[in-house]
């Protein structure tokens, strides 16, 4: 095992070596860097795994060396820039190493620090600082999400980020091959979009965004010249396909039902329910009520066992694992005359059984629950039975690069 550490410390020093060499900034801009690696690689040469502060250091490493030879290439071309660690530019965070949180005053730190510049900051992605100076990384989505916050602190006009499709899609890919683009959207359908799935973009990065109303684009980096996905506060309706601009899905969900006929005309029941999920740090997704059972959607369980034992003291519980949220999004559809109706005639039609319907607390999306073996086949279904996969004229005002 020291061995293959070592080796792989070794790959990771050539890697950067060799691309600096080939686009011919030199290793000047590197060399400190990697001085730092070969020190941090040396000090963590045990056996055991490298857990919270100690990670999120050795993680940055592939951030810092990206914005040190970015920069130098703005530089070797004759534009001044400077590599910036996010952390010393003001992206203070939490201390969850490995999950970090910006802390509320981040975006002003970072708003001071940029506006005193004369140069181009290249700014590293997925990573802050606490207050006393350790480095953290923001977790999955960490690098578009940080990217949102310091276009937001800059006051850009648009913030772009570039990932490996041409925009959000009308479905995941992988499932529908024949999914398309979709040209403009509004900040409420994209939220949806990655909230229930779409995995092209974290819903946390919309956030910095919808604060300060800037646009977000998604481009390819593998096609530069398509036009993307343009997200803003309002998004022209969909000329088509009952307004539905794509369809996303959400696999590894448990639902919860908690039944109880003191439930009936009895005021404070939600808040006490909602109060255990609370305390547990239980993130609840959908949910619905009849006269004596609440039913509840959850993507992470890890906390549930603790849980539900203090919810068997409010009434019987049932949970169901294995599920999956289907979420129909277009802004205004869920309210269009008939689409419900069609989406469960298509779903019943080939036997898919529906577990939850949610509809009513959003405008833009309509959300059920299936099995989750049925998932892939209701989403290609859907897609096709609502019209998804046929090509629609864009709509006024649509997004061009």
């Known amino acids: 095992l020291p061995s293959k550490r070592a080796a792989a410390a070794a790959q990771v020093e050539h890697r950067h070596t060799a691309f600096a060499a080939e686009t011919g900034v030199g290793t000047a801009c590197v060399d400190a860097l990697l001085a730092e690696w070969r020190e941090t690689v040396a000090s963590h040469a045990s056996a055991r795994a490298l857990q919270g502060a100690e990670r999120d250091h050795k993680l940055a490493f592939g951030e810092r060396f990206a914005a040190a030879l970015f920069a130098a290439g703005r530089v070797a071309r004759g534009v001044k820039a400077t590599a910036v660690l996010a952390g010393d530019a003001g992206l203070v965070t939490d201390e969850r190493f490995g999950a970090a949180h910006p802390l509320p005053e981040a975006t002003a730190r970072l708003e001071q620090a940029l506006s005193r510049r004369d140069d181009i900051a290249v700014v590293t992605g ?3 600082r606490t207050l006393d100076g350790r480095v953290t990384t923001l977790g999955r989505g960490g690098s578009d999400y940080s990217a949102a916050i310091v276009g ?4 850009v006009d648009e913030i772009q980020i570039w990932t490996d499709t ?14 398309r683009p979709v040209s403009e959207l509004s900040f409420a359908e994209a939220s949806e979009l990655a909230y229930f799935g779409a995995k092209v973009l974290h819903p946390k990065t919309l956030l910095p965004a919808i604060e300060r109303g800037i646009p977000v684009r998604i ?3 593998a096609r530069p010249d398509d036009a993307g996905s343009r997200i803003t506060a309002a998004s022209a ?4 396909s009952w307004g539905v601009k794509s ?3 959400k696999k590894g969900v448990t639902a919860v039902t908690i039944v109880s006929t003191r439930m009936l005309l009895a005021h404070g029941f939600l808040a006490r329910v909602f109060e255990v999920f609370g305390r547990h740090h239980l993130v609840v997704d959908l949910v619905t009520t009849s006269e004596v059972s609440i039913s509840v959607t959850l993507d992470d369980t890890s906390r549930l066992d603790d849980a539900l034992a203090e919810l068997e003291g409010i009434g019987r519980v049932e949970v ?5 949220v289907i979420a129909v999004v277009g802004e205004g559809a869920p309210t269009r005359l008939g689409l419900a109706g069609h989406v469960f005639t298509l779903l019943g039609g080939v036997g898919i ?7 009513g607390a959003s405008r833009v999306n309509l959300s059920f629950v299936v099995r989750g073996e049925d998932a892939d086949r209701a989403v290609r279904l859907l897609h096709r039975g609502i019209g998804l996969d046929v090509e629609l004229p864009a709509a006024p005002g649509a997004a061009t690069k």
């Open 126 to 128: 997925f990573l802050g």
């Open 152 to 155: 937001a602190a800059a006051g």
């Open 166 to 179: 041409s925009g959000m899609l009308s479905a995941d890919p992988r499932i529908v091959p024949e999914a």
């Open 219 to 221: 481009l390819n980096t």
């Open 237 to 240: 309706p969909e000329a088509g």
């Open 247 to 249: 369809i996303a899905s």
């Open 320 to 324: 169901r694992e294995n599920l999956a």
């Open 353 to 359: 059984g529906v577990e939850m319907i949610s509809q």
